[in-house]
């Protein structure tokens, strides 16, 4: 049974562009969180899809956005990205009504 | 909003030694509480959770931890720490009034357990 799964683990980009990452949740989950964990701190969580749609969101800006696919899986994308944006994106998958998230191995995301 | 705070940023103990970690939060009403950890090149794991009942919490690996609701405190306890323990632990709650089950998580108590 494979857990999350996230992909590239490893991207650099340059200042202004745009990023996608990807996600498949755990089998069997329906909700997929995304979460960016700067260096040396917690994860901070950005948004969070259920059923396609964006249930929750965190402290961030627009230029984060995302999407949930009928299979669960999910992408974040990000537009115009700033040095700022350099972190490790952690995408987490739970059952909707379970507080308890499998994470995955994260997408290392550098912005030059 | 809800925020979560752990106090000690780094621990140094020696093998056998008994850890805890302490943990505060601040939300005043009903929440699921949870320890992560991560150890080296490896993705967050949960080690446990509570969500109601005896606040006493058992989880994977010897750990454990205590729900204080009056003093809003989940600190994780381990009676023996082994070397295969130095990883970074993350406390984090989840607000059960928001519609969805985000995490807010600490800024992490990273453990070096010498041999």
């Known amino acids: 049974d494979a857990g999350v799964t996230q992909s590239p683990t490893h991207l650099i980009k340059t200042r202004g562009q745009q990023v996608t990452l990807r996600c498949s949740p755990k089998s069997g989950h329906d909700t997929v969180s995304w979460y960016q964990q700067a260096l040396g701190q917690g994860p901070q969580f950005i948004f969070q899809y259920y059923e396609e749609e964006e249930r929750q969101r965190g402290n961030f800006p627009d230029r984060f956005s995302g999407h949930q696919f009928p299979n669960y899986s999910s992408e974040l994308n990000v537009n115009a990205l700033l040095l700022g944006d350099s972190a490790l994106y952690l995408c987490a998958s739970s059952l909707s009504e379970d507080g308890g998230a499998f994470f995955g191995q994260g997408t290392r995301l550098t912005v030059v | 909003a809800q925020s979560v705070s752990q106090h000690n940023h780094h621990v140094i103990l020696s093998e056998a030694a008994s850890l805890e970690l302490g943990c505060n939060y601040s939300?005043?009403?009903?929440?699921?509480l949870f320890w992560y950890v991560q150890y080296p090149g490896q993705h967050l794991q949960l080690l446990l959770k509570?969500?109601?009942?005896?606040?006493l919490v058992k989880g994977i690996k010897g750990f454990e931890a205590e729900f204080i609701k009056s003093k809003f405190s989940f600190n994780l306890r381990k009676p023996s720490v082994q070397w295969s323990d130095t990883a970074e632990y993350f406390c984090?709650?989840?607000?059960?009034?928001?519609?969805?089950?985000?995490?807010?998580f600490g800024g992490g108590t990273r453990l070096m357990v010498k041999p």
């Open positions: 939300y005043g009403g009903t929440v699921n």
């Open positions: 984090a709650v989840n607000a059960l009034d928001n519609a969805g089950n985000m995490l807010t």
């Open positions: 509570y969500f109601s009942g005896d606040p």
